[in-house]
């Protein structure tokens, strides 16, 4: 690097004294938690805390991403391949770590139980994946995008455009919800309207990533994973220290999983949660907290892990982390560093939903009074995110009313009267627990981190995707360094500003898409990715065929499972899990859709329940996908000539970590 | 450089890979198949099949990474192609 630059963020003493000023950094935020828990005694408002939380963190992390401004192409692509393990894997559990996640998994939890536990297995055991198939052969590879690899070694422009194509269909609904997600924390801690909010989430996002690329990135990704760490177990923490007395939640959930199964129990007799009959014929809780498959069936259950961590394995946002390191030995132990830092918040999760059950299910078992439901429910009643009895908790004769008109309602609260959105977990806990309002600031600025992160690893990915891959590739090679970074910047800015306008308008179609981006990388880039460092014998033919075909597949089961429920049922009713009883009540449905095209709308929900192919649910698409890809790669590989003698030594070079990098920047050589 | 070198680092390399893919299946699938079985037994409090979804499994996949990154290593210096670096 040059000397000139030693000073700045990413030059060399930045870089020998990491440790140091991220130790300094996390002291600030320490210090600047407590003087704003000092300000709240004294008596200042709460809308002041929480712009204090909103707007310092979103300060730091601008000023972080302006001290990181570049002209190198090297570092604007992969932050001049500098970043230790440590610090890559800290950046990649931000990239990593979704606002859904911080918000909305121990809700999921907290609902499914141990089917919840689906999701922390997939978004885990990826990681594995990465570490032994994939990262340490793409940076010895020494590519600036993943659809780079997809063009040396199976040889053009194709394989590259539909690796874009693939990287950009997981990609723009997955930043989309997280632009989303910073819009709603926006508005609830500054009280400002949602369609505003999301440009302030927008404005943070882009001033951490346009001057600096990945650089910036990386460096705001360190500094937003320790605030979304810190948010996330202090309340946890606090609770388990307050509930057992020691301030492990993680081995003190043991006893509050105990502490639940036996309040479902007294709460099964007494009628309080949704019951049925056990062999001896006494009444037990219908879902027990702690009994598998009461949610999904076991090939569900095992095919969302699957496709879970395979897709994990195959997102081009994690992957390209794993491009910044200095050697393919700092990026095998960064991908283990980042299933640590990842692990220390999945980990901490089911603790989070046993502990925030236990809560509940001791209200309700105590036989709590319509009308006298806790504030925190009114509180979040008013988001729409609480339900008793089917409405909004709002107004108090509302509730009794609706609960009224269900029989034999014995006019206190019942589990199975109660709904509550996955997100409410995580930002009401502290609440719930009676904990001052600097920590719900504190929830809320962690989950702002956890959503800017992802984020802004989602637009490079896809902004560099259009400039180096489609631009600098396809377009125009001969273009200078300065013109391809005011490019790189142009599209940033573009698709940033598509995202946030996509996510002002509050598309819910969009935010459940956001689980199908994990099947469509797992069907699309996989099979092509794998097969291209493991099998020498793979073949540009056999590459494209398998990517299509896997990712086709795909793609035809979600939209046509989703959005052609009805016709996709009757095409292939032979292969659906329905019961005859299911299939005469879809006939009888058809038939009345038939008569009276208004109730054609009940036909299309009945038939999203019906249309699968042996009961597979849609988010777990890549079970097909993925052996189609890999069939079709091998077949076609076969039946076509073996790649050249070059292509071959390539595939010998990417495995081998000594040596140079395959692909290599025009120009001066960058690095050491 | 001798070609066979190449060849045994690979071939370390690629058995290296097979080991961590069966623990990776072990800890990720098949243990869970017997989630009803482990319940039965309890460890630190909770049911053993939760406590391996929730905790165990997680664990297993932190500890076989560093272990794999110090592997790799190993063998990359062992047969003479690890980076000068």
Request: charged share 10%.
């Amino acid at each position: 690097m040059a000397t000139t630059k030693d000073a700045s963020i990413g030059g060399r003493s930045f870089l020998d004294n990491l440790g140091k000023i991220y130790a300094l950094y996390t002291g600030g935020f320490f210090a600047f938690v407590v003087v704003l828990a000092i300000l709240e005694q004294m008596g200042v408002p709460n809308k002041i805390i929480g712009y204090g939380f909103v707007f310092l963190t979103l300060a730091v992390y601008a000023v972080i991403g302006i001290l990181s401004r570049t002209s190198e192409v090297g570092e604007y692509y992969v932050a001049g391949r500098t970043v230790p393990a440590f610090y890559n894997g800290m950046a990649t559990g931000a990239d990593w770590m979704s606002g859904a996640s911080f918000v909305g998994m121990a809700g999921t939890l907290f609902l499914l139980g141990y089917d919840g536990l689906a999701f922390v297995l997939g978004w885990t055991g990826g990681y594995v994946l990465v570490a032994i198939l994939i990262a340490p052969f793409l940076r010895k590879f020494g590519a600036y995008t993943v659809p780079d690899f997809f063009s040396e070694r199976f040889g053009g422009s194709f394989a590259r455009f539909l690796a874009v194509i693939v990287l950009i269909c997981c990609s723009f609904t997955y930043v989309t919800a997280q632009i989303y997600a910073t819009g709603i924390i926006a508005s609830r801690f500054l009280d400002i309207p949602f369609a505003v909010a999301v440009y302030v989430g927008l404005a943070g996002i882009l001033l951490c990533s346009m001057l600096g690329g990945m650089k910036a990135v990386t460096w705001t990704q360190v500094a937003q994973y320790i605030v979304l760490i810190v948010a996330y177990l202090i309340p946890v923490v606090i609770l388990s220290a307050k509930k057992y007395g020691i301030p492990l939640p993680q081995l003190t959930y043991g006893q509050a999983i105990a502490d639940i199964t036996n309040l479902e129990h007294q709460m099964a007799a007494k009628g309080l949660i949704a019951s049925a009959k056990d062999a001896a014929g006494n009444a037990v809780a219908a879902k027990p907290h702690i009994k598998p498959f009461t949610s999904y069936d076991p090939l569900n259950y095992f095919a969302l892990i699957l496709c879970l961590m395979v897709g994990t394995a195959s997102l081009p946002h994690i992957l390209m982390r794993y491009f910044t390191t200095p050697s393919v030995r700092e990026a095998r132990s960064s991908v283990a560093w980042s299933l640590f830092f990842i692990f220390l918040l999945y980990f901490t999760a089911p603790a989070y939903a046993a502990f925030a059950k236990l809560e509940v299910y001791s209200l309700i078992n105590k036989g709590t009074q319509l009308a006298q439901l806790p504030q925190w429910m009114y509180t979040y009643g008013h988001l729409g995110l609480v339900k008793v009895c089917g409405v909004d908790v709002k107004v108090i004769q509302d509730v009794i009313a609706a609960c009224g008109k269900i029989a034999n309602h014995p006019g206190v609260l019942r589990m199975q009267d109660l709904s509550i959105n996955t997100d409410v977990i995580v930002l009401s806990t502290p609440e719930i627990a009676g904990m001052p309002y600097v920590i719900a600031g504190l929830v809320a600025a962690g989950g702002l981190a956890a959503a800017l992160s992802t984020a802004d690893g989602l637009l490079l990915a896809i902004a560099n995707a259009l400039s180096h891959d489609i631009y600098y590739k396809m377009i125009s090679p001969n273009a200078s360094t300065f013109t391809r970074l005011v490019v790189a910047r142009v599209l940033l800015v573009v698709v940033a500003l598509c995202a946030a306008m996509t996510a002002a308008t509050r598309p819910a179609d969009i935010l459940s898409m956001v689980a199908w981006a994990f099947s469509l990388a797992a069907a699309g880039i996989f099979p092509a990715l794998v097969m291209g460092i493991w099998w020498k014998r793979a073949t540009t033919a056999g590459a494209i065929v398998g990517m299509i075909l896997g990712f086709g597949i795909c793609l035809y089961y979600l939209v046509g499972t989703r959005y052609f429920a009805p016709s996709f049922y009757e095409t292939w009713s032979w292969l659906s899990d329905a019961t005859p009883a299911k299939a005469a009540e879809y006939a009888r449905l058809q038939a009345a859709c038939t008569a009276d095209a208004a109730r054609c709308a009940a036909l299309d929900k009945f038939a999203q329940g019906v249309a699968n192919w042996w009961g597979v649910k849609n988010i777990s698409a890549a079970l097909f996908g993925l052996p189609v890809g890999f069939a079709a790669i091998w077949l076609v590989s076969l039946v076509t000539p073996a790649p050249s003698q070059a292509v071959q030594d390539m595939v010998d070079a990417t495995r081998r970590p000594r040596g140079e990098a395959i692909v290599r920047e025009k120009g001066p050589v960058m690095g050491h | 450089m001798a070609d066979g070198t190449e060849d045994r680092h690979w071939s370390r390399t690629r058995s290296l890979m097979w080991i961590m893919f069966v623990l990776w299946l072990l800890f990720s699938f098949v243990v869970h198949f017997f989630v009803d079985s482990l319940n039965q037994i309890t460890f630190l409090g909770f049911p053993l099949g939760f406590y391996m979804a929730a905790q165990g499994s997680l664990i297993a996949f932190v500890i076989m990474l560093f272990v794999f990154a110090a592997r790799q290593d190993a063998i990359d210096r062992e047969e003479g192609q690890a980076e000068d670096i």
